[in-house]
C-alpha cells in the first residue's frame, strides 16, 4: 500500500482519532494521543491489508513548547513491503503510552529508553526500569528543559574547558 492509502485507512477506521495524517512527506505517519495508541497498534498489527509486523524504530521527542511528549513509531510490513510511522503524543505532566511489547517485541528496550531518558510511563511493560542511567539518576537527560547535574556521587558530570588556558588541546 502507498503512504496515501495506509492513511486512508487508518481514517476510515478510527475517524477523529486520527489527529494528523501526513502521507506526502519524506516521513509519512499520522498523528494520534496516547489514549488511542493501544486500539490502533493491535489494528495496524493484525489488519491483512496492513500487517505491520516489525517495528523498526521507537523514538521518543520532547515538544517541551507544546507541553507534550511523543513517541515516534516506525513500522515495517514483511508481507506487504510498505512501511509507515505513527507519532503518539502525551502530556508532558506524567507522560504516558500504553506498551506495545506484546505485539512488537523489540518495544521493549525501546519503550525502556523512552522511559530513562525522557520518563514517559508505559503501562502494561513487562519490566519498565532504566536502562541507560543509573537507578538512582535523577530526571531525564533528554527533556530540553533538563539540567544536567554538576557531579554524581562526588564524581564530576561534567568538564568544561577552558579553550585560552589549554593551548595544546586539539580544536
Known amino acids: 500500500?502507498?503512504?496515501?492509502?495506509?492513511?486512508?485507512?487508518?481514517?476510515?477506521?478510527?475517524?477523529?482519532?486520527?489527529?494528523?495524517?501526513?502521507?506526502?512527506?519524506?516521513?509519512?505517519?499520522?498523528?494520534?494521543?496516547?489514549d488511542d495508541w493501544r486500539e490502533i497498534a493491535a489494528f495496524v498489527f493484525s489488519d491483512p491489508q496492513l500487517k505491520f509486523d516489525w517495528l523498526?524504530?521507537?523514538t521518543g521527542v520532547d515538544y517541551?513548547?507544546?507541553?507534550?511528549?511523543?513517541?515516534?513509531?516506525?513500522?515495517?510490513s514483511f508481507d506487504h513491503r510498505h512501511s509507515f510511522a505513527i507519532k503518539v503524543f502525551t502530556p508532558r505532566e506524567k507522560p504516558s503510552i500504553p506498551s506495545v511489547t506484546d505485539l512488537w517485541?523489540?518495544?521493549?528496550?525501546?519503550?525502556?529508553?523512552?522511559?530513562?531518558?525522557?520518563?514517559?510511563?508505559?503501562?502494561?511493560?513487562?519490566?519498565?526500569?532504566?536502562?541507560?542511567?543509573?537507578?538512582?539518576?535523577?530526571?531525564?537527560?533528554?527533556?530540553?528543559?533538563?539540567?544536567?547535574?554538576?557531579?554524581y556521587h562526588g564524581i564530576p558530570a561534567s568538564v568544561e574547558l577552558d579553550w585560552q588556558h589549554k593551548p595544546d588541546y586539539p580544536r
Open 105 to 151: 517485541p523489540a518495544g521493549d528496550w525501546h519503550e525502556r529508553e523512552a522511559y530513562d531518558l525522557l520518563g514517559i510511563d508505559f503501562p502494561g511493560h513487562p519490566d519498565l526500569r532504566r536502562i541507560l542511567c543509573a537507578d538512582d539518576w535523577e530526571g531525564f537527560p533528554l527533556r530540553k528543559d533538563y539540567q544536567f547535574p554538576r557531579e
Open 56 to 58: 523498526a524504530c521507537h
Open 64 to 76: 517541551v513548547a507544546d507541553n507534550k511528549l511523543a513517541c515516534v513509531y516506525d513500522l515495517w
Open 1 to 34: 500500500m502507498t503512504a496515501q492509502q495506509i492513511v486512508q485507512r487508518l481514517q476510515e477506521r478510527f475517524g477523529p482519532k486520527i489527529t494528523a495524517a501526513i502521507a506526502d512527506d519524506k516521513h509519512p505517519r499520522v498523528h494520534v494521543n496516547a
